[in-house]
C-alpha cells in the first residue's frame, strides 16, 4: 500500500473553498456534506447539471445561463451545457480592475515586469481597439508565435473581448511546425517577438516572421514585440505592440458570446501526423477553469499561482483563467535550469508563491541535480505545488516532501489539451499518498473500464468519461461532420470518451496512471503501462531520462512483443552488465517479470515534445522501420537519428 505522505488539519479543511461549497448544497438540502470529498465527488457525477449549475451561482459567473442546463444529458456525443448561454470570457477575468497585482513576470536575463488589474484591463480594452481596427471581429482568428510574457495573455483577453478566437504557439517551433499549426486556421493578425533568449542564447525570430506572413496569406496585420531590440523598426506590414497600444481607441464593453462560441484552438502534439486543431469554448473553458482553481486547488483573491510553461502549452491557458478568480498569475520565461537548478525556486522565495506548478519531469531532474530547496529557499509561504505532464515516480513524491516542503499540499494532476484541463486532480480536504492522484475531478463521470467496457477498481485500464462535462472540445477546427472529433475520442467505446489513459481506480479512490494507452506494452499478451517500468529506471542517479517501449517479434510461429529499453546516461557512467543487471533486478522486483526488458541500449538522447513529453509512438515507429510525419513536433528531431538500424534489436 502506498505511503501517506502528508494530510491537511481539520482546521484547513474546514476553510477552503470546496468546504464553503459543499455546505450550500448542504443548506440546500443537496448533498450532506460531512467532510467526505469522495462523497462530494460520487454526488457531482450522479448530479452534473445540479453542480455545474450550483457552482456558477455559487462562483458568481458573469453571464445569462439561458434556460437549458444541458443539452442531451446522458449523450457525450451530443450533450452540451448551457447551449442558450451567453457570457464572455475575458469580462469574467477582468472583473474588480483594481489596483491589486495581477500578472508578475521574469525572464531569464533578470527581468521583473508587474501588471495591476487595472493596467491590464487599460491594456486588453486598448489592444481590442487596434483588433477592431484591422477588422477582427466575432469568429476571426489572432494567433500568436510568443514567448511567456505578458503581452500573450493581453492578446488572448483582447481576442476574447471582441468575441474572436485565439491561438498561441511556443518560439521554440521552426518555420514549418508553425504553419502546420496557424495555417490550418488562417488567422486575420499575428503576433510575433523579434527574438528571444534561452539558456543565455540569443535566437533570432525576424526572418521566420517574415516567412510565415508570406506563408499565410489570411494575415491583415502583424503585431511585434521587440523583446530583444528596444529600438527595433518595422516594416510596413508590422507594427510594434506598444505602438499598437498608444495609437488605439480602446473598446468600451465585451461582446456577448454564446458559453460554446469558440475561445481558443490548442494543437495535438502531431507526432504522427499534422497536428488535430481542437476548439475550445468561452464558457466551458472559463466554468472548468474556475473550479480546478477555487475547489481543487484553493485559490482565491491575492494568491500568487506559478506554472512553468510556454504558450504551447494548455497550462498556459490554464494558468491565464486564474486571473478569474483573482488570483496573481506568475510567468516565467527561459531556461528554468539557467544558471542552476535553483532559479525558479528562488524565484518562488522572492515572489511568496502560494502555488508552484511545474512537470514531472522539472521535479525529476531537480532531484538528480543533487539540488535541495528547502535548504537553499524560503518556502514558508508555499502551500501547493501541482505536477504534470507525465506520471510523476513515487521517488518524486518522496523528493517534495523531503527535499522542498514537508508540510505542502502535493497536486499530481492529469488531463490534457483534449479538455484544456485535468480528469483526476487534487483535492486540498483529501491526504496525498505516495504515487497516487488524490481525486477525480468534481462533475466528471470518470471511471476505469476494462476491455470489455466495464468499471473496474484496483485493476489497471482505460480512463473514461462516461457523462457530458463543459469543457469537451467544440470540435475540431475543418471537421464539418465531427467525423475526426469522434474517432479520436467515441470510437473505442461507443459513444464514451475514452481519454487514452492506461489508469488503476484504487479502493481509496485515487488513481494511479501507468502511461498512455496506446503506448502501453503487450509480452506474452498480458498488457502492462510503462509508468511501472520507469519508476523502477528513474531512481537510479546514473540514469538521466528513459524511454520504454514495445517491438513486434514473431516468436514460435506467433507474433510477440518485447520489452525494450532506451535509457540517457549521466557524465562518467558506462552502461555496463553490472548496471543492466541492477536496473533488471529493480525492475523484477519494483514490477513484475514481465517489466523486464529484452534489451537495455543507451542513447545520447531522448526526442521529446515542445513541452517536453517524451514520445514513446515515434521511437517506436523508428524501430519498426515507418517513417515519422511530422518531427516539427519535436523539440530535438535529430534525437531519433539514435535509434535506427540498431544491431541489438535486429
Known sequence: ?????????????????????????????????????????????????????????????????????????????????????????????????????????????????????????????????????????????????????????????????????????????GLNGVLDRFGQIEPKVLMVVDGYRYNGKIIDRRDINRQLRAKMPSVVASLVIPLLDPDYQTDD??????????????????????????????????????????????????????????????????????????????????????????????????????????????????????????????IDATRKSGYRPHD?????????????????????????????????????????????????????????????????????????????????VDQQGELVCTRPFPSMPVGFWNDPDNAKYHAAYFDHFPGIWRHGDWATLTSRHGLVIHGRSDATLNPGGVRIGTAEIYRQVEAFDEILEALVVGQNIIHDGEQDMRVILFVRLADKVMLNDELKARLSGAIRQGATPRHVPYAIIDVPDIPRTRSGKITELAVRDIIHGKAIKNTEALANPEALEHFRHLEQLK
Open 1 to 173: 500500500m502506498p505511503s501517506l505522505l502528508w494530510e491537511p488539519s481539520q482546521e484547513h479543511s474546514h476553510h477552503t473553498a470546496v468546504a464553503n461549497f459543499a455546505q450550500r448544497l448542504a443548506d440546500q438540502g443537496l448533498h450532506d456534506w460531512q467532510g467526505d470529498f469522495h462523497a462530494l465527488w460520487q454526488w457531482s457525477a450522479d448530479h452534473p447539471e445540479t453542480f455545474w449549475d450550483q457552482f456558477w451561482d455559487w462562483h458568481g459567473l458573469i453571464g445569462d445561463k439561458g434556460d437549458i442546463i444541458c443539452k442531451n444529458p446522458d449523450q457525450m456525443t451530443g450533450g452540451q451545457f448551457y447551449p442558450n448561454g451567453v457570457l464572455n470570457y475575458a469580462e469574467n477575468l477582468l472583473a474588480d480592475a483594481d489596483d491589486s497585482l495581477a500578472i508578475i513576470a521574469w525572464r531569464e536575463e533578470g527581468e521583473r515586469q508587474s501588471i495591476t488589474r487595472a493596467e491590464l484591463k487599460q491594456r486588453v480594452m486598448a489592444m481590442a481597439g487596434w483588433l477592431k481596427a484591422q477588422g477582427v471581429s466575432k469568429g476571426d482568428r489572432v494567433a500568436a508565435y510568443t514567448p511567456n510574457v505578458p503581452e500573450a495573455v493581453i492578446l488572448l483577453l483582447a481576442t476574447a473581448t471582441l468575441g474572436a478566437v485565439f491561438s498561441s504557439c511556443s518560439t521554440d517551433f
Open 237 to 362: 506590414q508590422e507594427t510594434r505592440f506598444d505602438e499598437a497600444l498608444a495609437m488605439a481607441e480602446p473598446v468600451a464593453g465585451f461582446t456577448a458570446t454564446g458559453f460554446n462560441d469558440p475561445l481558443y484552438i490548442l494543437y495535438s502534439s502531431g507526432t504522427t501526423g499534422a497536428p488535430k486543431c481542437i476548439v475550445h469554448g468561452g464558457g466551458g473553458s472559463l466554468i472548468q477553469h474556475v473550479k480546478e482553481h477555487r475547489l481543487h486547488s484553493d485559490h482565491g483573491a491575492g494568491d500568487r499561482v506559478f506554472y512553468f510553461t510556454t504558450c504551447g502549452w494548455m497550462m498556459w491557458n490554464w494558468l491565464v483563467s486564474a486571473l478569474a478568480v483573482k488570483s496573481v498569475i506568475v510567468l516565467y520565461e527561459g531556461n528554468p535550469f539557467m544558471p542552476g537548478p535553483e532559479r525558479l525556486w528562488r524565484m518562488a522565495a522572492a515572489e511568496k508563491l502560494d502555488t508552484f506548478g511545474t512537470s514531472a519531469k522539472f
Open 376 to 456: 537553499d529557499a524560503d518556502l514558508s509561504h508555499l502551500k501547493r505545488i501541482c505536477s504534470t505532464g507525465s506520471p510523476l515516480t513515487e521517488d518524486g513524491f518522496s523528493f517534495v516532501y523531503n527535499a522542498i516542503k514537508s508540510d505542502i499540499h502535493l497536486a499530481s494532476i492529469s488531463g490534457g489539451t483534449d479538455l484544456v484541463s485535468c480528469f483526476v486532480l487534487g483535492a486540498p480536504t483529501l491526504p496525498v499518498y505516495k504515487g497516487e492522484i488524490q481525486s477525480r475531478g468534481l462533475g466528471m463521470a470518470v471511471a476505469v473500464w476494462d476491455e470489455d467496457g466495464k468499471p473496474v
